[in-house]
Protein backbone atom coordinates (compact mmCIF):
# COMPACT_ATOMS: atom_id res chain seq x y z
CA UNK A 1 0.00 0.00 0.00
CA UNK A 2 1.23 3.35 -0.95
CA UNK A 3 -0.55 6.76 0.02
CA UNK A 4 0.17 9.49 -2.57
CA UNK A 5 -0.55 13.65 -1.41
CA UNK A 6 -0.21 15.95 -3.79
CA UNK A 7 0.23 19.52 -3.77
CA UNK A 8 0.84 22.42 -5.74
CA UNK A 9 -2.72 23.37 -7.76
CA UNK A 10 -3.67 27.09 -7.76
CA UNK A 11 -4.62 29.54 -10.13
CA UNK A 12 -2.18 31.18 -12.59
CA UNK A 13 -2.88 33.23 -15.94
CA UNK A 14 -2.30 31.56 -19.41
CA UNK A 15 1.32 31.65 -19.92
CA UNK A 16 2.52 30.85 -16.32
CA UNK A 17 4.29 28.26 -14.61
CA UNK A 18 3.57 25.71 -11.82
CA UNK A 19 5.19 23.33 -10.33
CA UNK A 20 3.26 20.29 -8.80
CA UNK A 21 4.20 17.94 -5.75
CA UNK A 22 3.19 14.62 -5.30
CA UNK A 23 4.40 12.87 -2.01
CA UNK A 24 4.46 9.29 -1.22
CA UNK A 25 4.63 7.27 1.88
CA UNK A 26 4.25 3.65 2.26
CA UNK A 27 6.36 1.00 0.52
CA UNK A 28 9.44 2.07 -1.08
CA UNK A 29 8.70 4.59 -3.65
CA UNK A 30 11.50 3.51 -6.03
CA UNK A 31 9.10 -0.26 -6.60
CA UNK A 32 6.69 2.36 -8.21
CA UNK A 33 6.44 4.16 -12.10
CA UNK A 34 4.83 7.40 -11.73
CA UNK A 35 2.45 9.07 -13.61
CA UNK A 36 0.20 12.29 -13.56
CA UNK A 37 -3.53 12.16 -15.10
CA UNK A 38 -5.74 15.08 -14.99
CA UNK A 39 -9.57 15.54 -15.69
CA UNK A 40 -11.54 18.71 -16.35
CA UNK A 41 -15.01 19.30 -15.41
CA UNK A 42 -17.26 17.01 -17.71
CA UNK A 43 -14.48 15.26 -19.20
CA UNK A 44 -12.88 11.81 -18.83
CA UNK A 45 -9.71 11.35 -17.19
CA UNK A 46 -6.65 12.16 -19.81
CA UNK A 47 -3.14 10.93 -19.18
CA UNK A 48 -0.53 13.44 -19.37
CA UNK A 49 3.24 12.26 -18.30
CA UNK A 50 4.35 9.46 -16.50
CA UNK A 51 8.28 8.74 -15.11
CA UNK A 52 9.96 4.82 -14.76
CA UNK A 53 11.10 3.76 -11.03
CA UNK A 54 14.52 5.29 -11.46
CA UNK A 55 13.48 8.53 -14.03
CA UNK A 56 15.74 6.48 -16.53
CA UNK A 57 12.39 7.10 -18.93
CA UNK A 58 9.56 9.34 -19.36
CA UNK A 59 6.55 9.88 -21.39
CA UNK A 60 3.73 12.72 -22.25
CA UNK A 61 0.61 13.27 -23.60
CA UNK A 62 0.92 15.30 -27.18
CA UNK A 63 -0.96 17.98 -25.46
CA UNK A 64 1.64 18.69 -22.90
CA UNK A 65 4.76 17.60 -24.73
CA UNK A 66 7.72 20.59 -24.31
CA UNK A 67 5.95 22.16 -22.04
CA UNK A 68 5.71 20.06 -19.19
CA UNK A 69 8.18 17.90 -17.04
CA UNK A 70 7.86 14.73 -15.41
CA UNK A 71 10.87 14.07 -12.10
CA UNK A 72 11.23 12.15 -9.46
CA UNK A 73 13.49 12.51 -6.58
CA UNK A 74 13.46 8.81 -4.93
CA UNK A 75 15.44 9.77 -1.66
CA UNK A 76 12.50 12.43 -0.97
CA UNK A 77 9.57 10.00 -2.41
CA UNK A 78 8.43 12.12 -4.44
CA UNK A 79 7.28 13.17 -8.16
CA UNK A 80 7.46 16.58 -9.63
CA UNK A 81 4.88 17.81 -12.70
CA UNK A 82 6.86 21.25 -14.30
CA UNK A 83 4.15 23.13 -16.19
CA UNK A 84 5.57 26.10 -17.91
CA UNK A 85 3.74 28.40 -20.62
CA UNK A 86 0.28 26.93 -19.09
CA UNK A 87 -3.16 27.33 -21.55
CA UNK A 88 -6.68 27.44 -20.30
CA UNK A 89 -7.40 24.22 -21.64
CA UNK A 90 -4.94 22.86 -18.80
CA UNK A 91 -7.32 23.84 -16.20
CA UNK A 92 -8.24 20.59 -14.18
CA UNK A 93 -7.65 18.42 -11.11
CA UNK A 94 -4.48 16.64 -11.57
CA UNK A 95 -3.45 13.99 -9.75
CA UNK A 96 -0.67 11.39 -9.19
CA UNK A 97 -0.83 7.53 -9.89
CA UNK A 98 1.40 4.65 -9.10
CA UNK A 99 1.98 1.55 -10.97
CA UNK A 100 3.97 -1.32 -9.85
CA UNK A 101 4.23 -2.78 -13.47
CA UNK A 102 7.73 -2.67 -15.17
CA UNK A 103 6.94 -1.24 -18.43
CA UNK A 104 9.22 0.92 -20.76
CA UNK A 105 7.92 3.25 -21.36
CA UNK A 106 5.86 3.43 -18.65
CA UNK A 107 2.41 3.31 -18.90
CA UNK A 108 -0.03 5.97 -20.16
CA UNK A 109 -3.39 3.95 -19.44
CA UNK A 110 -5.02 4.68 -15.83
CA UNK A 111 -5.72 1.28 -15.54
CA UNK A 112 -2.42 0.03 -14.96
CA UNK A 113 -1.90 2.15 -11.83
CA UNK A 114 -2.97 0.95 -8.88
CA UNK A 115 -2.92 3.49 -6.06
CA UNK A 116 -4.00 7.34 -6.90
CA UNK A 117 -3.88 10.70 -4.49
CA UNK A 118 -7.12 12.74 -3.90
CA UNK A 119 -5.95 15.30 -6.56
CA UNK A 120 -4.98 19.04 -7.02
CA UNK A 121 -6.81 21.94 -8.66
CA UNK A 122 -4.98 23.73 -11.60
CA UNK A 123 -6.98 26.92 -13.15
CA UNK A 124 -5.25 28.69 -15.99
CA UNK A 125 -7.35 31.93 -16.53
CA UNK A 126 -7.37 33.50 -20.04
Known amino acids: QVQLVESGGGLVQAGGSLRLSCAASGRTFSNYAMGWFRQAPGKEREFVAA????????TYAGSVKGRFTISRDNAKSTVYLQMNSLKPEDTAVYYCAADTHISIPPASDGKNYEYWGQGTQVTVSS
Open 51 to 58: VTRYGGTT
